[in-house]
């Protein structure tokens, strides 16, 4: 079992930063696979940025390549999203994942099954 714990939204204006934390609690080190999604109104929960835990590799959706970064510590208790450049169209609610089985697609989100509350994300013009 894994519990997830997302903090740090807000509202935002375009060209700021946030930084989105997710607490794990549980059992981490079960997990292989663990990111961030988002799902904005009207629309599918899409994968944002993932991270393979054992080797810190790092996937993007292409619309956050060079804005957003991924990262955990090194006790693999917390998840970190740094958000940069913000653009209206980062508006969604954010979710922390984590998959406890090997995955081929990480940015996939039926993939994972450990899903955090959600955190909102607004960024304003």
């Known amino acids: 079992q894994v519990q997830l714990q997302e903090s740090g939204g807000g509202s935002v204006q375009a060209g700021r930063s946030l930084t989105l934390s997710c607490a794990v609690d549980?059992?981490?080190?079960?997990?292989?696979?663990m990111g961030w999604f988002r799902q904005a109104p009207g629309k599918e929960r899409e994968g944002v940025a993932t991270?393979?835990?054992?080797?810190?590799?790092?996937y993007y959706a292409d619309s956050v390549k060079g804005r957003f970064a991924i990262s955990q510590d090194n006790s693999k208790t917390f998840l970190y999203l740094q958000m940069n450049s913000l653009k209206p169209e980062d508006t969604a609610m954010y979710y922390c994942?984590?998959?406890?089985?090997?995955?081929?697609?990480?940015?996939?989100?039926?993939?994972?099954?450990?899903w955090g509350q959600g955190t909102q994300v607004t960024v304003s013009s």
């Open positions: 994942a984590a998959s406890t089985i090997m995955i081929i697609e990480p940015l996939s989100a039926p993939k994972y099954n450990y």
């Open positions: 991270i393979y835990r054992a080797s810190g590799r790092a």
């Open positions: 549980g059992n981490p080190v079960s997990t292989y696979y």
